[in-house]
DNA sequence: TCAAAAGTGGAAGTTAACTTCAACTTATAG
DNA sequence: CTATAAGTTGAAGTTAACTTCCACTTTTGA
């Protein structure tokens, strides 16, 4: 069992730094098997999550699926090698806010700067929101990241400047809430998430001022291609089918005898 | 070609009185069964989204798959049947929303209502969302919303309650936002979309004074459980595999020579 | 009552992933 | 240089939907 390594650091958050590893080291073309795969896998989770299918990685890798399958047996390994440094550069993030002298603009600056981190990569993403839990790096990061964000908001509040009725679950939600947002509308305009935190952000600070926000409202083609990409459900539902009006889709009162 | 029956009403908006159907009538049997494809396809819908299978619904109803395939050769026409006397219905809130005389009163009252009314039905929400311009019901119904919505922002913003600096688009962006909130949320605590409309409608509204917020701060554990069921990508990613540490799944540094 | 039209059911075909594995190739150590 | 362990590959098996089709049943109207 050398899969938990926790190194305590100051404050008591767990450190990720890498144990020697014990296992021999891979065979050269190996090695550099691995490494195309990560790249590959890499960019095709950055742009389409983390769906993306072995088969597919495989492809962009110039290589076998056996040899994904071999090399990551389970796509937590995968996942591990794609995001334990996000994880760390997130912390590094938090660290940062809370080194900002004004308590309300280190929860402004580490909120935005983690969407800025998330905004290129979508499979980070969807790891940060819900994959998180199903992982042993992600439980391992909740583990790291929450006590941060919990600090960061006793600053705030105690400085008058959050409101004293959010709690740190709800900035954990409104996370959640514009990063949803996000998924959504990065490819019709990357910076529209700015908008939408800035009135969250009005919306929970005490104070009466309102920053202007950025960007302009989207007009109406703009809504329509950020509502077509919202979360889909499984397969299409509008296909182009055959022209014939489908049996009965034409109305018919539910009375008729 | 007689599925497209506009009938100008007051304002223009497009009436959904249905035309007398031109095919003769359904059998007994199959109405019947008709009707028990819609109830079953209604629950399961409202319940798990619009990407329920025929193969279910037609369990759910007692009846063979082909019959449900009969009925509704296409999804769209299953959705008309399902959602179009929603669509009445939201139409219908908004007309109320516009009568009432405090603008910003009506604008806070439709969007209340209007996730009231979807807070029951998964399904209504995805087809409210996304799936709607892929349909003819949903490219119609937003033809008929976005006018009365347009209204309602324009006296909530002639009456100076509205930030000058918010359009149309931000509120139907908006509704998306916390729509989407609300699908990871109703199932765990059904009223937590409360909050985070009420943090937004503050961050949007020009006076400077906050409603206080309903409910309380999730705590951890129910935050866990809403990120868990947050719009998962397709396949699991945390099946429980052979224990068995995933080959270099722990951690190696990707400097290793 | 009975023939024709309408409707039904569900097995079988289709599609699109995911995963395994046994024959083959390559690097490495001696 | 060679034996061997490590690694590679992609075809074939598996799974889980979606959809079609036709032999059979039910309703209807003359």
Same mark, same amino acid.
């Given at each position: 069992?050398?899969?938990? !390594?926790?190194?305590?650091?100051?404050?008591?958050?767990?450190?990720?730094?890498?144990? $020697?590893?014990?296992?021999?080291?891979?065979?050269?073309?190996?090695?550099?098997?691995?490494?195309?795969?990560?790249?590959?896998?890499?960019?095709?989770?950055?742009?389409?999550?983390?769906?993306?299918?072995?088969? +597919?990685?495989?492809?962009?890798?110039?290589?076998?699926?056996?040899?994904?399958?071999?090399?990551?047996?389970?796509?937590?390994?995968? !996942?591990?090698?794609?995001?334990?440094?996000?994880?760390?550069?997130?912390?590094?993030?938090? +660290? +940062?806010?809370?080194?900002?002298?004004? $308590?309300?603009?280190? @929860?402004?600056?580490?909120?935005?700067?983690?969407?800025?981190?998330?905004?290129?990569?979508?499979?980070?993403? +969807?790891?940060?929101?819900?994959?998180?839990?199903?992982?042993?790096?992600?439980?391992?990061?909740?583990?790291?990241?929450? $006590?941060?964000?919990?600090?960061?908001?006793?600053?705030?509040?105690?400085?008058?400047?959050?409101?004293?009725?959010?709690?740190?679950?709800?900035?954990?939600?409104? @996370?959640?809430?514009?990063?949803? @947002?996000?998924?959504?509308?990065?490819?019709?305009?990357?910076?529209?998430?700015?908008?939408?935190?800035?009135?969250?952000?009005?919306?929970?600070?005490?104070?009466?001022?309102?920053?202007?926000? &950025?960007?302009? &409202?989207?007009?109406?083609?703009?809504?329509?291609?950020?509502?077509?990409?919202?979360?889909?459900?499984?397969?299409?539902?509008?296909? $182009?089918?055959?022209?014939?009006?489908?049996?009965?889709?034409?109305?018919?009162?539910?009375?008729?005898?």
């Amino acid at each position: 069992m050398n899969h938990d !390594f926790p190194l305590l650091r100051y404050d008591g958050a767990v450190s990720e730094i890498p144990p $020697p590893s014990d296992r021999p080291p891979l065979r050269r073309d190996a090695e550099r098997n691995r490494r195309r795969i990560l790249t590959a896998a890499r960019g095709l989770i950055a742009e389409r999550g983390l769906g993306v299918g072995y088969e +597919e990685i495989a492809r962009e890798a110039e290589v076998g699926v056996g040899t994904v399958y071999r090399r990551f047996p389970s796509r937590d390994g995968l !996942f591990y090698e794609l995001f334990h440094d996000r994880v760390d550069a997130v912390v590094g993030i938090l +660290e +940062e806010a809370l080194a900002v002298e004004d $308590p309300w603009e280190g @929860l402004r600056r580490f909120m935005r700067r983690d969407f800025e981190l998330q905004a290129s990569d979508r499979g980070l993403r +969807e790891f940060m929101l819900g994959g998180a839990d199903s992982t042993e790096l992600g439980r391992r990061s909740r583990g790291r990241i929450q $006590p941060l964000v919990a600090e960061l908001v006793e600053r705030a509040r105690s400085a008058g400047r959050l409101r004293a009725d959010v709690g740190q679950g709800d900035i954990e939600i409104i @996370l959640a809430m514009v990063g949803g @947002l996000m998924d959504a509308s990065v490819r019709v305009d990357p910076d529209l998430w700015r908008r939408y935190l800035a009135m969250v952000l009005d919306g929970i600070q005490s104070g009466d001022r309102h920053d202007e926000l &950025p960007g302009e &409202p989207p007009d109406q083609a703009e809504v329509g291609r950020i509502l077509a990409g919202w979360a889909r459900p499984r397969r299409g539902q509008g296909r $182009p089918r055959d022209p014939e009006a489908p049996a009965r889709a034409g109305p018919q009162s539910e009375t008729g005898s």
